[in-house]
Every structure is written in structure tokens, then in C-alpha cells.
């Protein structure tokens, strides 16, 4: 499935029913947008561990409501350069299941923003699984935690809120979005995932297509931050030179800067 827009599709009433249910697949999603749909789960997968893969890139999964993934027996799931924000998940979980000899992983994705209508849940639940989160960004979401059992986790180079004790590379810190709340993710400047990601996994363009690394190293996230040629006051806010809404690019130039404004 390839450049497409799945938006504002729902279940009939009471039927829990899914979005895409699909059994022992091969599947891609890349350059999709998946948005403002209203299921009991958005994405089900079932396979036998014997060749089922499922790989979401460059996609946007982003306002939905119910379950986002369960995901069963999937020898080799991935989400690459990709956006899972402001959607809002059951009772009991907020991003997904991975279960039952899964073997998922999560490279260079932003998962932020999602909601729940309790505290007491997690943002994943394993059974059996194992999962790699790599140069990617989780925060701001009701819950960080992770249910597993007979789990294995691999994070390496990411910002995970309240994800430190998974490992010496892992940050805890705010990674400065331009603005979430509006699905804008690109880092602003000064961000700690910039020039702070791995070679490791990293798919060779960022969401956009734009080539990684830019500058200095590899950033974390699914866009490449490069610091614009051009620059724009619009003076949306006020005539603060230093307040970021006031430029077009969302943060104003650098102290040194070789361009134009």
C-alpha cells in the first residue's frame, strides 16, 4: 500500500470491528497516512512465525481511536520513519501488543502525544516477544510503561520518557518538536536528538526523503535536521527577534549563520 490516505473510516455500532485485520501476510505501508479512523483495533496481524512480515515507513498513523496494533506471531515487524501521535487508545493500553514469538522493532519513528482515559495502563504490552527501539522518539504520552513477560527489549540511541534503565544510551529529556500539538515534529535547534543518533539500522532518507546523516551525524526522529539557507520574520507573535513563532521555520537563526533573512 503506497501513497495513500486511509482518513474518517469507523465500525458499525458495537461490532469490534478493525481497520485491517490480516492473517500469516507480507505487507508494506510507505508514504500512507492513516488518520481520524474509529475502531476497536486499528491494526490486527496474525501470522505462524515462518516469513509473516509487516513494515510501516514513511507513514503516518496519527488521530485514530481504539487499539493501534496487536500484533501476533510476526516474524518481522517494523516501524521505520515513522509517526504514531495524538490517538487515543482503549482502557487498558495506549500503542499496542506484541505477542506470542513477535520480533518487532522501531527505527527512527516518533511516537508522542497518544492518549488514554486512565494513567493505569501501558504504552506497550509483551508476551513472549522480543522488541528493538533505535534512534527513535517516545515521550509525552499517557503512560511510558512496558507489561512484559518472557520479553526481550534492545533500545539503543533514543529519547524515551522514563526509558532510562533500558540502557546507557537511552535520554530522558524533552526533545524540543517544533510543535507536537499540531503534528509538527521537526526538531528545533538545539534539540538533544540532533547529531545524538546511530548508523545502526538508520534507513538511508528521513521521512521526506532527505538524506541521512545531515551535518555533523545521524539524528533521532523522522526528520533529518539541516539548518535552512533562508529564514523568515513574520512577526506572528510580536517583534521578539528571538521568539521562535515569530519566524517562519518555527526557531530563529542561528547566532552565526551563513544565509538569508
Known sequence: LINSNIHHNQEFANSADQLFELFYTVLKFENVFVTDNQFSTNFSFLGDGSGDTVLFKNTHILRNTGNLFIVTTIEDFKLVNSVVANNLGPSYIT???????????????????????????????????????????????????????????????????????????????????????????????????????????????????????????????????????NFVFNGALDNDWHKGGNWDTGFPPPNIFNGNI
Open 95 to 229: 500503542l499496542g501488543s506484541f505477542v506470542l514469538g513477535t520480533k518487532a522493532a522501531m527505527i527512527n519513528s516518533v511516537v508522542s502525544g497518544n492518549r488514554n482515559n486512565t494513567s493505569l495502563i501501558n504504552l506497550v504490552q509483551m508476551y513472549d516477544s522480543e522488541l528493538m527501539i533505535g534512534n527513535c522518539i517516545i515521550n509525552d504520552n499517557t503512560n511510558s510503561g512496558i507489561s512484559t513477560m518472557n520479553f526481550s527489549i534492545n533500545a539503543y540511541q533514543s529519547i524515551i520518557q522514563n526509558g532510562s534503565a533500558l540502557g546507557p544510551t537511552i535520554l530522558d529529556v524533552d526533545p524540543m518538536f517544533v510543535d507536537p500539538a499540531s503534528g509538527n515534529f521537526n526538531l528545533q535547534m538545539g534539540s538533544p536528538a540532533i547529531n545524538t543518533g546511530s548508523p545502526l539500522n538508520a534507513p538511508a532518507t528521513d521521512i521526506l526523503g532527505n538524506p541521512r546523516p545531515q551535518g555533523g551525524f545521524y539524528d533521532m526522529g523522522i526528520y533529518e535536521y539541516a539548518i535552512p539557507t
